[in-house]
């Protein structure tokens, strides 16, 4: 069937969530909540709807001086359950639709998998790949569609679930930090200012893990301001490891945070999105990681996910399974030991509609830029 997109109406921004996040495969930077805080970052949004009711979030910067413009369509289209002709179908019309709308440039990642015809069918409308936008392209998945607790458990190598319970032996304590309903077996608060402690304590563990890992991370306002945003709007979910259960009643006190885990909830599944913990902290509490995974693991099944998603460990520059002695092997190893699979993702493509004005595009955006650093005042300014 053919394809066609309007803007959003009042009554269809209403339950935009439904549209895009909720559905099976839905993704949070779909979301409301991550559209209105890339709108407060400088980012213009576009909320556009198929003629089926299907939503879609555009992310778009305008050329400086002459016009047009470039449109990222974050994770999306959310393919949904939907044949990958039908997710090929939406993207083509999303993108004509941006295009007459003065957009230069079309990029998309949504996350389909490699298999199918969907990667042949937009190459050949004109995408072609380029680097990724996030972190990771493929990830590892676990299926807990038709799965109890104790079947998933019984998949976790023998070693992990030693691990997991010598955390629980040494009184390792999981605190959730979460906006909704109680499920799971890790004590659960809301409270707006633990929350906001709790996250910010993650931040500088999540630095100096990137420290020991060679990786980097945006700013702190940035990078905490969007985690408060989702987690009140329900689409992320915060889980701290503390050394001891003495600690564990009073939710704003991180002295003893030695590790966390930050997931999405969205699409039937939750997904990992940040883990970090104190190096120093891992000799006297072995596992507090493992448990940290296997009680978001136990809040997916208690929350009738049809997976638990562990996130990349792509290998920069090659997109492939990480082999021994490569950065990331040994965080493939550890998330493979809770019986993950990998699962390979079509990855970013990109549809140039306008050549000359895209290349000029980009060098007016990074003149302008340039010239805000030579400002008194700007970054590089007295």
Sequence with gaps: MTEAFHRATPDELADWDSRTVDRRDGHVFQSRAFGEFQQGLGWLTR????????????????????????????????????????????????????????????ASDAEVPATGAYRGLVRAAGFHPIPEIQPSRHRLRIPLEGRTEAEVYSGIAKSTRQRIRQAEKNGVAIVRFDRRTPGGSAPITGDPQATACALDAFYDLLLSTGERRGFTFGSRAEFVGWWRTALSAGHLIYFAARAGNSHAADPASTSTDIAGLILYRHGGRLSTVHSADRADARAANPGALHLLRWRAIELAIAEGCHEMDLGGVDVEGSRRVPREGE?????????????????????????????????????TARLTRELARRRPGGRDGG
Excluded: N
Aim: hydrophobic share 40%.
């Design 47 to 106: 909320y556009l709807v198929a003629d089926d009711g299907f939503g879609l979030l555009s992310l778009e910067r305008r050329w400086p001086w002459i016009g047009g413009g470039s449109a990222y369509l974050p994770r999306g289209p959310v393919p949904g359950g939907d044949a990958p002709e039908r997710t090929a179908a939406r993207l083509c019309a999303a993108a004509d639709w941006l295009i007459g709308h003065g957009v230069d440039v079309v």
């Design 327 to 363: 950065s990331t092997f040994g965080l493939y190893e550890h998330k493979r030991s809770f019986g993950a699979e990998w699962q390979e993702l079509t990855g970013a493509m990109e549809l140039v509609a306008h050549p000359l004005r895209y290349r000029t595009g980009r060098l």
